[in-house]
């Protein structure tokens, strides 16, 4: 398969070295606004990608569920394969990529656990089809021997939980915040001629650099 002739040209933004915000934060929300209100497929997914002890570099696509004013939430099983990871090596990066506006955001720093009454909160706000996931997913990334397996367990905790008003909440599942130190802004132009913009944080102070495409 032969892909050396499919290529796109990006015209559609600029950005510029003058006029950024002080803090890479407030230009994230500008442009995942702008993503959220040019109707793009969940544009809150992220690649996550890890390292553990064994350095095996791993990605998978996980949701961005909360901005804070120092990183990135998302919340997931503590026993997956990401979980013991970020356990061995917390330093970790997502990558968002905003193809409908030719534009992708790398966001890098070290891993940190969100206390338990906070993802406790965010766990009860969940569908309670998702509750019941998680608890089937236990250990997940674990092997199953079928299908029908996995669906035996979630109709036996349907049923378990089923006069319950709400499904407890696991303690081996919960929220991870990327506490971020860089952050690189990539919009596609012609020519690959590309701005990329990288924020660094020195201290309490960002620095602000132009890369070359």
């Known amino acids: 398969m ?11 933004h600029t950005l510029p070295d ?12 500008t442009w995942f606004d702008e ?8 544009p809150y997914a992220m690649s996550l990608a890890t390292c553990g002890a064994d350095n095996r570099p791993s990605v998978r696509i996980v949701l961005m569920r909360e901005l804070t004013e120092q990183g990135i939430v998302f919340y997931t099983n503590y026993d ?25 955001v790398r966001l890098s720093g070290q891993i940190v656990k969100v206390d338990a ?11 309670r089809e998702s509750q019941l996931g998680a608890w089937v997913s236990e250990p997940q990334s674990g092997v199953v021997d079928s299908r029908e397996t996995m ?13 319950e008003s709400s499904v407890p909440y696991p303690n081996f599942w919960g929220g991870y915040e990327l506490i971020v130190q860089r952050v690189e802004f990539w919009q596609g132009r012609a ?11 020195d ?11």
Do not use: C
């Open 2 to 12: 032969d892909l050396t002739d499919h290529r796109q040209s990006y015209e559609q």
């Open 18 to 29: 003058t006029g950024l915000p002080s803090q890479p934060f407030a230009l994230f929300r």
């Open 35 to 42: 993503a959220v209100a040019a109707g793009l497929p969940e």
């Open 80 to 104: 997956s394969a990401k979980g013991q990871d970020i356990a061995n090596n917390p330093n970790a990066e997502v990558l968002f990529f905003w193809q409908g506006l030719e534009r992708q």
């Open 117 to 127: 009454q906070k993802s406790a909160a965010y766990f009860a706000k969940r569908p």
């Open 151 to 163: 669906e035996a367990k979630f109709a036996k905790l349907e049923q378990t939980y089923a006069a």
């Open 191 to 201: 020519g690959r001629m590309h701005d990329r913009m990288v924020y660094t944080k």
């Open 203 to 213: 201290a309490d102070a960002w620095t602000i650099q132009r890369l070359l495409p």
